[in-house]
């Protein structure tokens, strides 16, 4: 692969409060110290049409929210994303850094929700505009610690962080399930050894490891 003219597409996965964000930084400004556009997003939103989706999927007053219109939200906001955003970027060669992309749907809604991997890859089907990450790291950090960093933070929790925990776990399990499957895409980041939270520093160097290999 051509690491001057090839799109590089990599998202982050990973429960609340896994440091997904920081790592992001991270890793933009080491590609941009390389002299590579990077344009970094997130889901749902990361276009107008999709932020206001995003609101009606985050917002605690959407109680009652069917799990397959969730699953049509979050892959409504996906479609817009990829097709104004994403596509195009790829094709300029620039690398893009998503926190979340459509593995969110198979963990949350696939199996949180358990509408299952094959209804979520149908629909995701059309979203997705026949984009794939090149690369996705999970950063694993068990649902309890996430939830209870979450609650500890004292900001306001939204629709999904107000979920039951068996929610949070059946969707960290379904992380780890999906690394499994991935073929090698999904790499896991552990966050913690053992009860030691790991540097930042530490964790963005296993990233720059993983995306060395992938460009090289
Ligand atoms: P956000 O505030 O972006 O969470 P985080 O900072 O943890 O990324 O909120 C996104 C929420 O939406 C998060 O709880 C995960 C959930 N989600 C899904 O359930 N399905 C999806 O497809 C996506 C993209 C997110």
């Given at each position: 692969m051509n690491s001057e003219k090839t799109g590089f597409f990599i998202s982050f996965e990973g429960n609340?409060?896994?440091g997904k964000t920081t790592q992001i930084r991270l890793l933009a400004q080491w590609f941009e110290s390389r002299g590579r556009a990077v344009l970094q997003l997130r889901e749902p939103g990361g276009t107008p049409i999709g932020e206001k989706v995003r609101d009606i999927l985050l917002?605690?007053?959407?109680?009652?929210?069917e799990p397959v219109t969730e699953m049509m939200l979050y892959a409504a906001s996906r479609a817009q994303l990829t097709r104004t955003v994403i596509t195009p970027a790829l094709k300029r060669g620039d690398v893009v850094i998503c926190d979340r992309f459509v593995d969110s749907s198979y963990a949350y809604q696939g199996f949180g929700r358990g509408l299952g991997m094959e209804t979520v890859q149908a629909v995701n089907l059309v979203a997705i505009d026949g984009q794939m990450p090149h690369l996705t790291f999970?950063?694993?950090?068990d649902a309890d610690t996430s939830m209870a960093r979450r609650n500890a933070s004292g900001t306001e929790a939204d629709r999904l962080e107000n979920e039951e925990m068996d929610f949070h776990r059946r969707a960290h399990d379904g992380y780890l399930a999906l690394c499994a499957a991935s073929g090698g895409r999904i790499k896991r980041i552990p966050v913690m050894t053992g009860l030691v939270q790991r540097t930042q520093e530490e964790v963005a160097l296993e990233i720059r490891d993983f995306v060395l290999d992938l460009l090289s």
């Open positions: 609340d409060g896994s917002d605690n007053a959407s109680s009652g929210m999970f950063l694993d950090l």
